[in-house]
């Protein structure tokens, strides 16, 4: 490697450093100008805006810069992000520089933001100039190449075309034209030529030579500059101003100054940019990289602010309504948060003890967020010790009879301690499966006991015979034959399964408090007791949760279900032996013995989250309440109408979509279970089974264009072929079919990707130790595929979850659904193929998507901010899938890697 590409600076003499500043804050430049024309292109800045007002909006750009070039700037003093380049370092003291500069300029210059932006074009290109004429001259030191090149030629070519043909037309008028031709016998042979064609072609034509002609300093640099400089004039004179509009009479519509001026900044801005990055880097091929380096960035930054954009946007225009009358319970609102506090803590776990003082520095950052989740839950704990709820008013838009009429409402943490069940299962879940994983093993730890081995054999035959009652009961109902099985045996066996949990679940802690010695060697003496009492514990506490629902029994004690009293007892002794451990594991040094007692803390804390999740499944199952100090019930403290209710008709308020977002959901699940088994089992035949031949092509290019069929094709298909062979109307079950059809092409595409980029390595250190073709794919490729397979799920849920067309057609679902699909409800067992039913499949149902469309598209019931709201709602619904599958993902990775 040369010495020119050993060292940052070597490219650029010490005696050129201020060529180095000055290229370092034209590129800057170019930044904020990029930055403002977004900004100006979204309308969060006006670009009429001029005096005191444009001033305060650069002013607070500049502190918002400042603080984030301040915080990088503390991080790499602090030795935790160190930041060594002095291209950084000079570009973002070009920002403050520039954008103190403008600011200044706002408050002396009496011109709007346009024309500010115009001039700093103006800078650049002059900026850009004098760079390549220093280098030409020799005034610096730089390794140009003979020429730009033909694809740089080719570029500023087609730029020397659009710009040519938009400032003739906006000089000379599109639709102004010359005849060129003559006349034969008094008729007129020719053809009217627009006159924006010349000044297009001399400019494409002037600036293609100008890139390839002259040694790359100057090619690089004068057509940028004329560019740059054109586009800069055209918006500082107001040739193109703010006011300016073109309505040309081929289109309804209209192009405006607001959208071709940041469209022109945009463009201008990227040229500058990488003409000055590439003087920057000397020419040659470190500038050519450097050049595209920083042009590629750009356009990154585009990108995610345009779908940043979209979903600021959509939240905007829909969080009002989707939120209003929104309440919450504190201590409803503490258990939702519990999920981030674990993991703010696991954020903050740092090695205890080091010298470093830069570790101080790592340990502050990430401590941050538990500090934040740690305010707000302050602030959620504030609320019964004042006494007063925590609330935000505001007003939303309503349609009553065609009219717009504006309601008040408010946002509010109020003093409830009643917690919903469902709220308190999922989150109690993700606890479960968090400290489950940091679960390892206690195999051959600890001293074996007789009677628990003896519980231990007998437990699964105990769970499993449960099982097999709770699968007869539903099959035949609580009374075959008229006898009351259900309800004199299921109340037996849930009684004495209830009491049996008991016992199990305080093995553990009775293990810690019986005994003499040091507290750490019981808990590792007892370890035997830690598994049985957990998973025996957690097992027959679900089974008999289970039987609960085909018995139709729910036994009480002291007007208290007697599973959610088991439950409720568990996850006290799990808390209280998790307190035992980690006082425990606190007190002793050994390695190993504190890597044991790690592993039954975070089994013990599995368990009380898992206990915890059980009572909430009771509450929610057997629809009583269950209060003792605090409530867990059916109807919580947490109430979001527009996403927990139905439409309401004649309601003072128009209700909500809950309707809508269980279709939706059911529409994905389905097709996700319709087309992931089916994608990946052909994905495994054509990648690991079939000949690589004519078929495996054929089956390749069908499945590309299955791909890029239509979806209303999807829908036509489902509503001519699939509806008349599933009930003859519109379904859910069509829905979720035509869904899967559009799903399955992706799935199938990206799990033989998958599949293929798996080493033949792998497949053959398995043959090699005599496994066989089909264990080797089922437990050595699939698991190394299925982070790129659940990548194809996420992209082609991302997709069929917002589809409407193909839903018009096959689904039948109504704007306005006042009850919701209830899919799990409508099982039920007949005597006849296929033996089971249910008519909630077969009805149509409401979604999301073609409620959106109903209100906003098509103008049915529905004021327009309802269907913002419902876009906001469907965008978190396909959010939350992402998520999930996010997560699975980085779980088989973590899995792949570890293993």
Request: glycine share 12%; charged share 10%; no cysteine.
């Given at each position: 490697m040369s010495e020119a590409y050993a060292t940052e600076n070597s490219l650029v003499t010490a005696d050129s450093s201020g060529y180095d500043r000055a290229l370092d804050g034209t590129i800057a430049l170019g930044i904020v100008g990029f930055g403002l024309a977004l900004l100006a292109l979204i309308e969060l800045v006006a670009l009429d805006s001029r005096g005191a007002a444009l001033a305060e909006t650069l002013a607070t750009l500049l502190f918002v810069v400042a603080g984030g070039i301040g915080a990088v700037g503390l991080s790499s003093w602090a030795n935790v992000t160190p930041v060594d380049s002095q291209r950084v370092r000079g570009i973002a003291g070009g920002l403050l520089v520039c954008l103190l500069g403008l600011t200044v300029a706002a408050y002396v210059v009496p011109v709007n933001l346009a024309t500010l932006l115009g001039g700093l074009l103006l800078v650049e290109a002059v900026a850009v100039a004098a760079a390549g004429v220093a280098s030409k001259l020799g005034l610096v030191d730089t390794e140009p190449d003979a020429s730009a090149g033909l694809l740089a030629g080719a570029v500023f070519g087609f730029f020397g075309l659009s710009l040519g043909a938009v400032l003739g037309g906006t000089l000379a008028g599109f639709d102004s034209s010359v005849w060129l031709g003559l006349t034969l016998s008094g008729t007129r042979l020719g053809v009217a030529v627009p006159l924006w064609i010349a000044p297009s072609l001399l400019a494409g034509v002037g600036l293609f030579a100008l890139s390839v002609g002259p040694r790359e300093d100057l090619g690089s640099t004068l057509p940028a500059t004329l560019v740059v400089g054109a586009l800069g004039a055209t918006i500082a004179t107001a040739t193109i101003g703010v006011g300016w509009q073109w309505d040309p009479s081929s289109v309804s519509g209209g192009f405006t100054g607001g959208a071709v001026i940041p469209i022109f900044l945009l463009f201008g801005t990227l040229v500058a940019s990488w003409s000055a990055a590439k003087c920057r880097a000397g020419f040659g091929a470190r500038g050519r990289e450097y050049g595209a380096f920083l042009v590629i960035n750009l356009n990154a930054v585009l990108m995610v602010a345009i779908m940043a954009t979209i979903v600021v946007f959509v939240t905007v225009k829909g969080v009002g309504f989707a939120f209003h009358g929104a309440t919450v319970g504190w201590l409803s609102a503490l258990v939702l948060l519990s999920p981030a506090l674990v993991l703010a803590l696991r954020t903050a776990r740092t090695p205890a003890g080091s010298e470093d003082w830069h570790r101080g520095a790592r340990q502050l950052f990430r401590l941050l967020p538990l500090t934040a989740v740690g305010s707000v839950a302050a602030l959620l704990a504030s609320v019964p010790v004042t006494g007063e709820a925590l609330d935000y008013a505001y007003t939303y838009t309503v349609a009553q009879n065609r009219e717009s009429v504006v309601l008040d409402t408010q946002v509010a943490v109020t003093s409830e301690t009643t917690v919903g069940s469902l709220v308190l299962v999922f989150p109690a879940l993700f606890l479960f499966a968090y400290f489950y994983r940091q679960y390892g093993s206690l195999r051959d730890v600890g001293s074996e006991l007789d009677r628990a081995e003896a519980v231990r054999r007998r437990l699964p035959l105990v769970v499993a015979a449960v099982l097999a009652l709770t699968g007869a009961l539903a099959f035949t109902g609580s009374s075959p034959f008229g006898l009351p099985v259900g309800l004199a045996v299921g109340l037996a066996v849930v009684g004495a399964g209830s009491v049996a949990v008991v016992g199990l679940a305080a093995l553990p802690l009775a293990g810690l408090l019986v005994g003499s010695g040091p507290l750490s060697e019981r808990a590792l003496d007892r370890a035997p007791?830690?598994?049985?009492?957990?998973?025996?514990?957690?097992?027959?506490?679900?089974?008999?949760?289970?039987?609960?629902?085909?018995?139709?029994?729910?036994?009480?004690?002291?007007?208290?279900?007697?599973?959610?009293?088991?439950?409720?007892?568990?996850?006290?002794?799990?808390?209280?032996?998790?307190?035992?451990?980690?006082?425990?594991?606190?007190?002793?040094?050994e390695t190993l013995t504190r890597r044991l007692l790690g592993e039954e803390l975070s089994l013990t804390l599995a368990a009380a989250a898992g206990y915890v999740a059980l009572l909430g499944g009771h509450v929610a199952l057997t629809k009583q309440d269950f209060a003792l100090g605090v409530t867990v019930a059916n109807a919580g403290s947490l109430s979001v109408p527009t996403a927990m209710q139905p439409y309401i008709p004649l309601g003072p308020e128009p209700g909500g979509i809950f309707p809508a977002i269980v279709g939706t959901v059911w529409l994905v699940v389905g097709a996700t279970l319709f087309a992931v088994p089916l994608g990946v089992g052909a994905a495994v035949f054509l990648t690991e089974y079939a000949e690589q031949g004519r078929l495996t092509a054929v089956v390749e290019v069908a499945t590309n264009a299955l791909w890029s069929t239509p979806s209303i094709v999807f829908g036509l298909f489902g509503a001519t072929f699939l509806i008349p062979r599933i009930g003859g109307d519109e379904s859910l079950t069509a829905g979720m079919l035509v869904l899967g059809f559009m799903l399955l092409p992706l799935v199938l595409i990206t799990s033989r990707e998958a599949i293929k980029s798996v080493p033949d390595d792998y497949r053959d250190a398995s043959a090699a130790l005599g496994v066989s073709q089909w264990e080797t794919i089922r437990s050595v490729v699939l698991p190394a595929a299925m982070p790129g397979v659940i990548t194809g799920v996420i992209l082609g849920v991302g997709r069929i979850a917002g589809e409407t067309a193909p839903l018009i057609l096959v689904l039948g679902s109504s704007p306005n659904s006042t009850a919701a699909v209830e899919v799990l409800k409508g099982f039920r067992f007949t005597t006849a193929p296929p033996f089971v039913a249910n008519e909630a499949l077969l009805s149509s149902s409401a979604s999301l998507p073609t409620q959106v469309w109903a209100v906003i598209a098509a103008g049915v019931s529905g004021s327009p901010a309802k269907g913002w709201a419902t876009a906001f709602i469907l965008l978190v619904v396909v959010l939350t899938f992402y998520a999930v599958g996010i997560t699975a993902r980085t779980y088989f990775r973590r899995k792949l890697n570890y293993e």
């Open positions: 007791l830690f598994t049985l009492g957990v998973f025996g514990g957690l097992a027959l506490l679900t089974t008999v949760t289970v039987l609960q629902g085909p018995a139709m029994v729910a036994p009480a004690v002291v007007g208290r279900g007697l599973v959610a009293l088991a439950a409720l007892f568990g996850a006290v002794a799990s808390v209280a032996t998790a307190v035992l451990l980690a006082s425990a594991k606190r007190d002793t040094d």
